[in-house]
């Protein structure tokens, strides 16, 4: 028997971040193989026209919940939706409410967080630092906690080159900078912001490292583990392969290659793709919990969920087989979906620049308004634009993470427990998963019908016509040019128009 499903049996469960990706993952893992579970409260921020409970019941209706409901038909009634707001004091949660999670739960698992790359500064505070620092403070207060589990991101640490499973120290302590965030206005916020980052890239990165400390010295008198998983992609076999809601990661270059208007993107073929599967990081997750709880480590452990050092993939071999299967199971014609709808169909380290990127769109525009449809394709390539520079730093890098914590917990799981919660990424199949992505992505995401490929290759073919007129008009445009300016392009203009007539 599982230790690990038996542990979760009975237990009250209180997940952050539920309504995102891994949240959804994590609540469907936990359902499915611990269907005897207590309950599970979810932290759910208001919206306008939805209740909590029919918020709750738009997360069930996915896909991904469909087995789930065959083992455990009364799951709505095991989901306990908390009104709650991360940018509130004590998260704006309701004195009742505060006092049954206070009481009850056992195990958090902290997933919310703003994953937005260019968030300002104060926001991503907010979100990656301060409600940690609150939730910790809320978990310091329950009598039966017995573990809690913070995702963080591999990628906090990504101004070093080899990154242990250590917490590293920060220029400025995250208090300091919580503080301060309380009087500073937003401009000189915004002018420090490029200091206090320092070498990482972005506002992401550095306030989940701050995130990190908060959770070392909050958390210092708990049972406490901390997951770094690398960049996370689609779903390897659990609950079945290919399963993605959203645009995060390599999920928003796929529908970008699959609808065909941009040709490259600039990256570094070699480096390696830390690409990790949904299940992967849930399954290590739900094994850190378990080993947190039941064996009570005397330090905070951190466990790197990625793939580079045991089963490396590099962007040139995960963009061939993109396109591989590509070839197979071509995408819909564009916009469709118009918030799928930014593109490129290789990874090379060559690249266009801007103008040959939006050319082609602005062409596109011109044939949709012709045909009575409306021009959207330049707005779109230039999101596009924006999102790929931002993940120009992630795809230019590679790095080295030690995994001695995540290999000691494997060893520690029965084998029934290394079958139901593997997250031995020696065993990933990179080809078969990359397909299993594309699927995913084509069928879940933008919920094309496979019925409908053939009409999609014939929509790619006219998407490369159109690409392949406009570089050849690009360069006679630029060859006359030269020829007006430059005496050396007119001899060899010349000279070519003279063995012609020869």
């Known amino acids: 028997m599982s230790m690990i499903a038996a542990f979760y049996s009975s237990k009250s469960i209180l997940i952050t971040g539920a309504t995102g990706f891994l949240g959804k993952v994590l609540m469907e893992k936990l359902f499915r193989t611990s269907p005897d579970l207590k309950i599970i409260y979810i932290l759910v921020r208001p919206k306008a026209g939805q209740t909590l409970q029919q918020r709750v019941f738009q997360i069930l209706n996915s896909k991904l919940f469909e087995k789930v409901k065959e083992i455990c038909p009364d799951v709505h009634e095991k989901i306990r939706p908390i009104s709650a707001d991360l940018n509130q004091h004590d998260f704006g949660i309701s004195k009742e409410d505060m006092e049954e999670l206070l009481s009850s739960t056992n195990v958090i698992f902290h997933c919310a967080a703003t994953v937005r ?31 809690f589990i913070h995702l963080s991101t591999a ?9 242990d499973e250590v917490i590293y120290p920060c220029s400025v302590e995250p208090k300091k900078i919580i503080d301060s965030m309380e009087w500073l206005d937003d401009a000189i916020i915004d002018e420090i912001t490029p200091k206090l980052i320092g070498d990482r890239p972005n506002t992401y990165t550095y306030t989940k490292a701050l995130g990190e400390i908060v959770v070392q010295q909050e958390g210092a008198n708990m049972n406490v583990a901390i997951i770094r998983p690398s960049i996370v992609g689609a779903t390897w076999q659990e609950p079945f392969p290919g399963w993605v809601d959203n645009l995060n990661g390599p999920s928003g270059m796929i529908i970008a290659a699959g609808k065909g208007f941009l040709r490259s993107i600039k990256a570094t073929p070699l480096a390696i793709a830390d690409l990790i599967p949904a299940d992967t990081v849930i399954n290590l997750t739900l094994a850190a919990g378990w080993y947190t709880a039941v064996h009570r ?37 564009a916009f469709r979906r118009p918030k799928a709808n930014f593109t490129t169909t290789s990874f090379t380290n060559h690249y266009w620049n801007a103008v040959s990127h939006r050319a082609p769109a602005v062409i596109y525009d011109i044939y949709l308004r012709l045909t009575g449809r409306k021009p959207r394709v330049t707005k779109l390539m230039n999101r596009m634009l924006r999102m790929l520079s931002m993940l120009e730093y992630f795809v230019n890098h590679s790095w080295e993470w030690s995994t001695h914590n995540t290999e000691m917990l494997m060893s520690m799981l029965s084998p029934e427990d290394q079958r139901m919660f593997n997250f031995d990424v020696r065993q990933l199949n990179w080809l078969e998963y990359i397909e299993n992505y594309v699927l995913g992505v084509k069928k879940y995401l933008l919920k094309e019908d496979m019925a409908g490929i053939p009409e999609a290759r014939q929509h790619l073919k006219r998407l490369r016509n159109i690409h392949y007129l406009f570089n050849v008009a690009l360069f006679l445009i630029i060859w006359r040019l030269l020829i007006a300016r ?5 001899n060899i203009w010349f000279f070519i128009s003279s063995l012609h007539t020869l």
């Open 117 to 147: 790359f260019d968030d300002p500064l104060r926001h991503a505070v907010q979100l990656n630092v301060t409600a940690t620092q609150q939730l910790l403070f809320m978990a310091s207060q329950m009598p039966k906690l017995e573990a």
């Open 155 to 163: 990628f906090s640490n990504c101004n070093l080159q080899h990154i």
């Open 297 to 333: 480590p005397k330090s905070t452990l951190i466990y790197h969920c990625t793939s580079g050092n045991l089963n490396p993939c590099n962007w040139l071999k995960m963009g061939l087989h993109v396109l591989e299967t590509f070839e197979k199971v071509p995408f819909e014609k």
């Open 486 to 490: 430059w005496q050396m392009a007119r």
